[in-house]
């Protein structure tokens, strides 16, 4: 179908309204992925949709003869064209319910929802482990979207609900429970319930809910795998599929309180931690992982001492099951008992270790940086030779993320044991490291640089004095 001339009557102004676009998403973009980002950079995007505004009455009003049809076709067209800033990655359309993923990426809420749903725990823009599943709304960007809607003339739809998704039907249920029944009868029975249980639980949001419906469907699920039935052993298939069964259930916002909650839960995923299949240890990490989301639930499992199982895992170093147990580990340790109990457990040494010879050095350098308010996770990484470690990172790596970690944990360190200045000064002579990243690093890794360099001045000027 041929173009309508009305944008590009007037070379100009359609070039003009093609900068101010541009314009707008390199703004969009730095208030979405830029947690430090300034109130002007908001005031620019304010002012650029207004400039924008201005240009669409002007062309509204050229435009005032032109028949409905063709008016149409034009909001049509502009809002198929929108800022990619508004645009959600996954659904590559505007935005209706834009929400913050932990990884401070915005989507729209029923696309990513449905990512999270199906087991994902990476953000599929970055493929950052996240550290917990809760979205944020975006009320800044949902602001600029219906400000341009307005601006363009279109009516912003409404969210997209996702009732039917949640929806099943009385012969599903009916077949959910005489499931649940076959979790108690002969070994094939029970691993044949088993199988279908997660694969139902993987592929249908409504069998996730389901659990929630009955107060004895999660005790039962675990039948095969707790108490005087499992004496024997248990069959790794069977262990495997009920494990994965709770990673599945554990997805479900909803369901997240009720599972962790559930007395035997933790326990078997914990001894499902030292399994002998990794499958089974990587799904059991997963499952603490996403159940770790809610803050009762962090205490709770901390409480019950899993952290020292997970510790043991990320120390054994299985590539399947390493992302998983650092991000289980991370969303523990954001409460403080937490901290102290990952400290008591040897989670420094083991961390060091593995951010020395270079193995997820991204996840854990966050971890590190949060147990390093500790004081004796300070003082253990001083005495395992973290300092040159952390410096040698900061001085090749590319990665802004982690020098500003490494910095933080430098200045916690560093300015509580003396005996590690010199390191630091040797590192200043020799490379300028400190002083570079105070100059190019993000905003906290310059404050932590500038924190630094003024309590290694202020030593120099005391010896001197002296």
């Avoid at 799904?283 to 499992?301: E, G």
């Amino acid at each position: 179908m041929a173009k309508t001339g009305l944008l590009s009557s007037d070379p100009t102004v359609s070039a003009r309204a093609v900068e101010l676009k541009k314009e707008l998403q390199r703004l969009v973009r730095t208030i979405a992925d830029d947690e430090d980002y300034s109130i002007h950079t908001v005031d620019q995007a304010k002012d650029t949709l207004c400039a924008l505004r201005h240009l669409k009455l002007d062309k509204q009003s050229t435009a005032a003869t032109a028949t409905t049809t063709t008016t149409s076709s034009l909001k049509l067209h502009e809002a198929v064209s929108c800022p990619d800033g508004f645009k959600c990655p996954l659904s590559k359309e505007l935005m209706r319910d834009p929400v913050i993923l932990a990884s401070g990426q915005t989507y729209d809420r029923p696309f990513i929802q449905k990512w999270l749903n199906a087991g994902n725990r990476t953000c599929p823009r970055t493929q950052q482990v996240l550290s917990h599943t809760l979205l944020t709304p975006n009320y800044l960007i949902l602001d600029m979207i219906s400000k341009w809607c307005k601006s363009q003339g279109i009516e912003l739809p409404s969210p997209v609900m996702n009732d039917k998704e949640e929806g099943v039907t009385e012969a599903e249920r009916d077949h959910f429970f005489s499931l649940l029944e076959k979790l108690t009868a002969a070994l094939p029975e029970q691993k044949k319930a088993a199988k279908e249980l997660r694969m139902l639980t993987k592929k249908m949001p409504s069998f996730r809910a389901l659990f929630g419906e009955s107060v004895d469907a999660i005790p039962q699920l675990l039948t095969p795998i707790s108490g005087s039935e499992s004496e024997g052993g248990v069959h790794p298939d069977l262990q495997e599929d009920v494990i994965t069964t709770l990673l599945n259930l554990s997805i479900h916002d909803s369901n997240k309180k009720l599972v962790a909650e559930t007395p035997a839960v933790i326990p078997l995923l914990m001894e499902a931690l030292k399994s002998e299949t990794i499958e089974i240890r990587s799904n059991a990490a997963a499952a603490l992982f996403t159940l770790s989301a809610i803050d009762s639930n962090k205490a709770l499992i901390g409480k019950l001492g899993a952290l020292k199982p997970l510790i043991g895992l990320l120390d054994e170093g299985h590539p399947l099951a390493m992302k998983d147990v650092a991000s289980a580990i991370f969303n523990l340790c954001i409460i403080h008992e937490n901290k102290a109990r990952a400290v008591r457990d040897g989670a420094i040494s083991v961390i060091l270790k593995k951010i020395i010879d270079s193995i997820l050095v991204d996840e854990l350098l966050a971890i590190l940086a949060m147990l390093s308010t500790h004081q004796r996770a300070m003082e253990e990484i001083g005495e395992l030779g973290g300092v040159p470690c952390l410096l040698r990172i900061i001085r090749e790596s590319t990665c802004e993320r982690n020098k500003e970690n490494c910095i933080a944990i430098l200045h916690t360190v560093c300015l509580n044991d003396r005996t590690k200045w010199k390191a630091l000064k040797e590192e200043e002579s020799t490379h300028g490291t400190i002083s570079k990243l105070a100059q190019v690093g993000t905003s906290r890794a310059k404050r932590k640089a500038t924190g630094i360099l003024e309590r290694l001045r202020r030593a120099v000027n005391i010896t001197h004095t002296a």
